[in-house]
Each structure stands twice: as C-alpha cells, then as structure tokens.
C-alpha cells in the first residue's frame, strides 16, 4: 500500500500539479513560436519564456515524482521559479526595454493573470506542509529508518 503514502499527486496536490502541467504546456507553446517567428525582436524575453518552460516542466516532473530525490528537485525548481518571477518581474519594471515583448515571467506574470507569481508561493507551501510525511514515507520506502 505504499505506492499512495509518498506521492505527491492526491487532494490539492493533484490542482497544483495540473497547473503546473498547463503552465509547462502554455510557456513552452509560447516560447517555441516566439523563438522560431521573432527571436531577433526580443532575445532576453524569448529566452527567459524558454527558461521558464523549462522550470515548468522540472517542476511538473518532479511533483508526479516519489522520493527524496523528487522532493528536492521540486523544491529547487520552485524555488528558481520564484527567484525568477521576482528578478524578472522587477527588471521588467526597472529596465522595460529588455523586454520588448513580455516573457512569461515579465511584469510579475501579468500577462498570465500573475499564476507566476502565485503558483510557486502555492507550491512551497505544499512542499513545507508534505515535508515530514514525504521524507518519512520516502525513508521508509528506501529500508531507512528516521
């Protein structure tokens, strides 16, 4: 019965790894199009809407994931998530000529009704309130006791 007890993907977990997944989908639609159709009209936007697709599909991955492994890649992925919704969100503000046209993470996420912003605060509070069930379950799992 232990293929429940360390996953992530059950109650809220299952909303949040959903729109992680749709987020992963959207950024990484966006980015291939923008990168393939405009590169030249604003590289620094269009990269980082790659980087952030990228980070989506990491985080996405690694919240289906089980383990302590899984959890750690998760918490390194939203943590970069935030990082970088805030650097961009305030360079975007600060110096607005590098993004010509916005990035997935520009102006906070407004152009993604700010979800960026929102989503990786979600996230670790749902890492932080799973952390002891997760790494129990995951010891458990790996023949080690806590």
């Known amino acids: 019965m232990a293929s429940n007890s360390s996953s992530r993907a059950v109650g809220v977990g299952r909303v949040l790894i959903a729109v992680y997944g749709i987020l992963a989908i959207a950024a990484t639609a966006r980015s291939v199009v923008t990168i393939v159709e405009r590169f030249d009209e604003a590289p620094v936007a269009y990269v980082?809407?790659?980087?952030?697709?990228?980070?989506?599909?990491?985080?996405?991955?690694?919240?289906?994931?089980?383990?302590?492994?899984?959890?750690?890649?998760?918490?390194?992925?939203?943590?970069?998530?935030?990082?970088?919704?805030?650097?961009?969100?305030?360079?975007?503000?600060?110096?607005?000529?590098?993004?010509?046209?916005?990035s997935v993470w520009s102006w906070f996420g407004l152009g993604y009704a700010f979800i960026p912003l929102v989503l990786p605060i979600l996230g670790m509070l749902w890492l932080y309130r799973l952390r002891s069930g997760a790494l129990v379950a995951a010891s458990a799992s790996e023949g080690q006791v806590s």
């Open 48 to 102: 980082l809407s790659a980087v952030s697709a990228v980070v989506y599909i990491v985080a996405t991955v690694a919240l289906l994931g089980r383990g302590r492994v899984w959890y750690g890649v998760a918490w390194a992925a939203i943590v970069f998530e935030f990082v970088g919704v805030l650097a961009v969100g305030i360079l975007s503000l600060a110096v607005p000529q590098l993004f010509a046209h916005p």
